[in-house]
């Protein structure tokens, strides 16, 4: 808090999940005097800074501005993309801008500003304040720009077995089935082909550019377009990998007294999750009651896993859950979704230790993406626990 102080109450506080962001944050609200925005980036995180407001500071104090809820008083939880109206309408009201999950704001591939920062560039508030535990080093401009720098941080490896939990990380590598290794091979083939063939891959600037391209032939050219299904099989192939869901349910039998969160790349992969262990999953469709009732249950202890498509990645907050099981990403081996997840693991529980196991496709596109994001983690500590199964 010193620091942001003397920082002209301005930047970003860098710190891993279950580290002490929120009180930071309400520090930060208390020294100016109950009145600020907050900005997240979705409706579950309102309700859960709505909680955490009221419980803190009385909930007479605290509203919502999103969606049907437009209630505004000293402190307002409003998402990024309700910011720019709260902020144009009742901007003067607010003193402080408390935005977390910044990283969601560092500049876009081409360099630009991200549309959600033009909400902190109209608002009044001298006091700006930002919260991250992945800041967007090198793509920042934008970000300082609007809330000042960075002014503190610490990592995961800093902080384990002090504020964090210590944990494992564990890779796990499965062979496809000869029927499904089949596939693969003759999808890849197909699709490399067709790359090779038209050089697609260095017609862009960028990769993303270039992808962009790709994606926009396969709909006026018939043999893109069949290079696109190739490519979406082989996805397909690896996410729903039948090895992968016996390790899955060997890690389970082998920490039977621990709650797990069993992070999915994709919807097709939490519902077979889901069908085969007959617990419930979280996605993007999930209604916001069924998503509290499920994360309720796992808080309360009565519920053993849940499966998640991106929404727990980040901003969630169930301390006794400290067995993560990866079945891929949505990324290809995103590092900042990949420290997300294991944050969500690491608030401390007296002397419990987070396990997190990854489980991967070997012999596909998907071993690259793993030691990709793996290296996060090697990033931010050397001194893991490790074992095998």
Not at 214 to 228: D, G, T, V
């Amino acid at each position: 808090m010193s620091r942001w102080l003397a920082a002209g109450r301005r930047g970003t506080v860098v710190l891993p999940t279950g580290a002490g962001k929120t009180l930071v944050a309400l520090l930060a609200i208390h020294q100016i005097a109950l009145n600020a925005c907050i900005i997240v980036p979705t409706r579950a995180l309102v309700a859960q800074w709505f909680t955490q407001l009221a419980d803190a500071f009385g909930a007479e104090h605290v509203g919502a501005f999103y969606g049907d809820e437009k209630e505004v008083r000293s402190l307002t939880v409003t998402t990024y993309h309700s910011a720019f109206t709260l902020l144009e309408r009742h901007g003067e009201r607010f003193s402080l801008l408390v935005c977390d999950e910044v990283h969601h704001l560092g500049d876009s591939a081409a360099g630009e500003a991200r549309t959600w920062l033009d909400a902190l560039l109209i608002a009044p508030a001298a006091a700006r304040l930002g919260l991250t535990a992945t800041y967007p080093d090198g793509q920042d401009t934008s970000l300082i720009r609007a809330l000042g720098p960075m002014i503190y941080r610490r990592t995961i490896g800093e902080m384990t077995d002090a504020e964090l939990a210590r944990f494992v990380v564990e890779c796990v590598y499965v062979d496809l089935t000869p029927a499904e290794r089949a596939r693969y091979d003759t999808a890849s083939m197909q699709f490399d082909g067709y790359a090779e063939r038209s050089g697609w891959r260095e017609k862009g600037e960028t990769p993303d550019e270039a992808w962009k391209r790709f994606a926009a032939s396969a709909r006026r050219i018939p043999e893109a377009r069949r290079a696109m299904f190739a490519f979406r099989e082989r996805e397909r192939v690896v996410r729903l990998a039948e090895r992968k869901f016996e390790v899955m349910e060997r890690v389970l039998r082998l920490f039977p007294d621990e709650q797990a969160v069993i992070f999915c790349g994709g919807t097709d992969v939490a519902m077979e999750v889901s069908r085969r262990l007959a617990i419930p999953l979280i996605g993007a469709a999930t209604p916001a009651s069924e998503r509290h009732a499920i994360l309720g249950s796992m808080r309360e202890g009565s519920l053993r896993a849940v499966a998640s498509v991106k929404v727990l990645d980040e901003g969630w907050d169930v301390p006794g859950a400290k067995l993560g099981i990866v079945l891929g990403d949505s990324t290809r081996g995103g590092r900042r979704q990949h420290t997300q997840r294991l944050g969500r693991l690491l608030r401390r529980q007296g002397d419990q230790v987070a396990t997190l196991y990854e489980i991967v496709a070997a012999g596909t596109w998907e071993f690259f993406a793993s030691k990709r994001r793996g290296a996060a983690v090697r990033k931010v500590s050397e001194g893991q626990l490790g074992f095998g199964i």
